[in-house]
């Protein structure tokens, strides 16, 4: 029975025996590496859930979106370039698309403003679907729209408590009421959005009939990719299209330079840790070599010193990996975390909550242990072996 | 046990300046279950002796011979298993753990012998009650008296029923009545048949009637 | 910066090399040290001293040969991950592809654990005898694994350095596939004849294992290796996907397939290097273990069974052969 | 194994076995619906990271590197940090 071995081996019951009595030496230790792993897989965990939910979003995003570019600017794309592109064969599922940023000057904060084509059978069920009882009788009556929850926080705190009033270019005002707020797990894309209908951004925005902020189509075959965006070249000079492939890549590369950089700057952290833990571990005490003289002289080897040494460093950093990030993993996805959370979404614009998904990678737990183990272990390695071959005549003094 | 020493030196801090020579052509011989005493002002080279026999430390040259297996040029391994295996050491300063408990002391040596730990505890407290320190086997060795020190040491000593058995000035700091017991000890271990060494500068010990040799040390050479 | 370095798994894996290497560099200069003073007749505290670091670089060794077993995995898994990073490279075969250093590295890796493995059992033989009698074989041993890995460490940072995310590489069909008539297969060999021969292989190895014929057993536990990477990529690797044109080793390393690779690969080696490791401890040092032979020919059968689980659960699912 | 030891090793594994279970159960499913189903309303999945949104801003002078250039880009903004 494994247990039983386990239980009455000798050389563990020494080995913890040792480890207890040394309290002192190991706890500073563990401490200062619960730290380090639990901001490292903090970091981790974040940058590697946002991007899996991101990614996970990319999946009903359009194949490709179509705008219209000046001076290396996108402009609003006229209208008459959907039946164009309709005309092409292979294309399904062209919508317009208007949306835009509104700038709240006094605060100089901005909201997302969408336009949704309500008459769309598919779009009003989904928004049915997502705002639990919205009756979308007096949201298409009135000029309403939906808030995202950063937005209803702005503008409750502003005193614009049931309605906000946007200026538009013209110059003239237009008043919409606040339908409801948007679920709170939608925040991370919904939290500074406002969705109303597509003629209401239209004014908001003072957008001409004709004209559309950008085109977006699918194209089922994905062989066809590339001849349907030279077709597009062709038929319009000044186009810009942007594949899904890019925005996939893009998303990647977000939190990969972010946490990729992170280490980097992490890993400045990594080598002090490793100097005061070689000169921890190393500076013995003249009791400790005294200990091991003395375990030497009653016939422990060096190899037998060696493993104890060994196993000792190893359970300090089995230890503190598994706490460290079992602390990570309830700081980030069971509340959420508070405070870091802010680098990754940013804090500039309106503040924001998001519900992290828990994302827990084979990789990602690998790449911890590894970028923790294995400079520890190695800053130890040294001295243990210093402290092992300290001659069994020492104990003779 | 038979022990033989032929023409070991021991030349500390060799080819520096404060080259000391510790030990000069020493040669001797113990056969098995003998007491041996070896007396001499401290500083004489009983210790450095005795070392050597328990491998504790290697000779600048010459040759220790133990059931005719060469002990003085051992690699580690084999040097640390003669040690755990066949000697017991008394040390002077008694040298044990000060901040475990008396029973974790002499369950020390055992802890690589391949017993597990329940068998390891029953020899430990069997070695224990020979050496009459079996009631205070949990308290810590910090909060013992000397005499008590001295029995946990040769309790450890004497836990793996070691074959040859080396005390180094045992009596040093024991008053005479615990000195007494301590050869009572060593009277029942000489009728057991152990090989017994014991270097000391006490005279009690050279007029004890199953001491079979005394060698008489000065400066590093035999006299 | 280009996207490569800065993936986090690249920056840990290069940072664990380079640490690991950094050890290896003091082992490799205590072991010059061991071999121009070792003398082990001699009296003097110097020789001691050199035992003491003997033992140091022992320690080296075996910690940096634990840590490179776990570094393997690790590698081959950056390397899946890259593959999203790099246009065309749809699993870890693209990426190995995507520049010259790719394949040997990863055969180096291999060579060097089996290297160390066997450096590790020489040194517990060595510590068993009462006079370091291979202390200099095995020192010059190590100084031949020090130059593999050193050269090992060149290629990972070249290797990581010249991965262009622009160019697109080739993906696993194209690599191994029959394009172009002729199948990969080497020596002339067809299916049918493969898999004879991986069976035969596999009952020459526990023949030859369980009747001490050391040499002979070292021989036939290359083969059945270098048979059996081939049987797995051209006709195990097809059950696994369930897909006869997919011929790929990285492709069952990713979750769809349940990371099932990981322990495919890892038998084989794990196998085939006990085999050569228990019979050049019974022919070169007359040590031979019972334990050591007995736990690699369960992994090598394992490993077959595991092989042909999977062959004959597709049989009775669909009960035609792909 | 002496009892301390046996306590501290399985108090830590309790906290990785609840970190296993909530793992496990918490499937997230909520969430991804609803960030579903608001892109398919919008068709826009970029993420909301409330970054000072680069706009040369027409009211208030914005400092730039270099004025006969006004597009290009401070060194301070975040973009080293963020994707281009």
Known sequence: MPSRILMNNAFLHFLTLLLFKQKGKHIGAVLISVIIIFLLSSVLFISSSLQNTLLGTLENQSDFTLSRVQAGKAINTPSDWLDKVLEINGISKVAPRVYGRYFFTPREKSFLVVGVDLFDEQSSKELQSLVKGLDLKSFLSTDSMLVGEGVKAFLSEHYYKDSFSFKTPQGSFKKVKIQQTLPSQTNLIANDMIIMSIDLAREVFGLGEDEVTDITFNVPNDAEWDNIIGKLHLLFYDVRVVEKREIRKAYENLYNYKGGLFLILYLVAMVTFMLILYQRYSMVYSTERKEIGILRAVGWSIKDILKLKFYETAVVVLVSFVLGVALAYLYVFIWDAPLLSQIFLGGANLPNQVEFVPVLEFGLLGSIFLFYAIPFLAAVLIPAWKIAVTPPKEAML | MMIRVEGINKIFNEGTPQAFEALKSIDLEVAKGETMILSGVSGSGKSTLLSLIAALDKPSSGKIVVEGELISKLPD??????????????????????????????????????????????????????????????????????????????????????????????????????????????????????????????????????????????????V | MNEILLSNEVIVYLLSETVLYLLLFIAFISTLGLLRKWNFDAFTTEQFALENRSYLVMTIIFFVMLLKVVLLPYFVYTIDNLSNLIPGAMCGAGVVKANEYGNPLLSLKIIILFLSGLWLSMNSIDLKEKSYPYLKLKSWFFILIFLLLSSEFILDILYFTHIETTNPVSCCSVIFGQTGGGNGLPFGLDILKLLILFYLLFALVVLTTLSDLAVMSIIASLLFGVIAYYAVVYFFGTYIYELPTHLCPFCMLQDHYYYVGYLLWGLLMLGVFLTIDAAVMQSFFKQPSKSLKRISLLLLSLFVLLCSAYVTVYYLKNGVFL | MIKEFTILVSMVLLLAGFVLVHYVTHNGISSKEMLSSVTKVTKLSSPTLSVAYYEPRVLSYEEVLNPAYPQMQTMNKMDLVYAK
């Open chain 2, 77 to 222: 391994l084999h040097a640390s298993a003669y040690r755990a295996k066949s000697i017991g050491f008394i040390f002077q300063h008694f040298n044990l753990l000060e901040s475990l408990s008396v029973e974790e002391n002499v369950i020390a040596p055992l802890i690589n012998s391949g017993f597990d730990i329940v068998s390891i505890k029953q020899m430990a407290a069997k070695s224990m009650q020979s050496a009459a320190i079996s009631h205070k086997a949990s308290q810590q060795v910090k909060e013992l008296s000397g005499g008590e020190k001295q029995r946990c040491a040769i309790a450890r000593a004497l836990v793996h029923e070691p074959e040859l058995i080396i005390c180094d000035e045992p009596t040093a700091n024991l008053d005479r009545e615990n000195s007494l017991k301590f050869i009572e000890i060593l009277q029942s271990l000489h009728q057991r048949g152990k090989t017994i060494i014991v270097a000391t500068h006490d005279p009690l010990f050279e007029t004890l009637p199953f001491v079979s040799k005394v060698v008489h040390m000065e400066d590093g050479s035999i």
